[in-house]
Nanobody, 127 residues
Framework: QLQLVESGGGLVQPGGSLRLSCAAS????????IGWFRQAPGKEREGVST???????????YNRDSVEGRFTIKRDNVKNTVYLQMNNLKPEDTAVYYC?????????????????WGQGTQVTVSS
């Protein structure tokens, strides 16, 4: 069974950090682009960060403007896991965060391009 499982969410104060994990089972993430998305209550799901498949070039990651310089997406091919390091978190980052896999390998920040989704993990930034 092909599956993505997110973990690492929680409650953090503004300015704090969290690292989200997206672990794959049943397939290798090497061949997939991976995206992190988030959805806040009453809002549409939006793309946060994306990384192309493991065979892409050096500049294979992309972040939305509001998280650039704060969030970093990274692969660990040995652990078959993709991480989202989130620093300097802000209350507006509060949302359910999802990871997703794109079989084309190209990625991007548009949800319809992705084939397989995890169940999500809650991130709450509040004092």
């Amino acid at each position: 069974q092909l599956q993505l499982v997110e973990s690492g969410g929680g409650l953090v104060q503004p300015g704090g950090s969290l690292r989200l994990s997206c672990a794959a089972s049943g397939f290798s993430l090497d061949y997939y682009a991976i995206g992190w998305f988030r959805q806040a209550p009453g809002k549409e799901r939006e793309g946060v960060s994306t990384i192309r498949n493991a065979f892409s070039g050096i500049s294979s990651t992309y972040n939305r403007d509001s998280v650039e310089g704060r969030f970093t997406i990274k692969r660990d091919n040995v652990k078959n896991t993709v991480y989202l390091q989130m620093n300097n978190l802000k209350p507006e980052d509060t949302a359910v965060y999802y990871c997703a896999a794109d079989a084309s390998g190209h990625g991007g920040l548009h949800p319809p391009g992705y084939d397989l989704w995890g169940q999500g993990t809650q991130v709450t930034v509040s004092s």
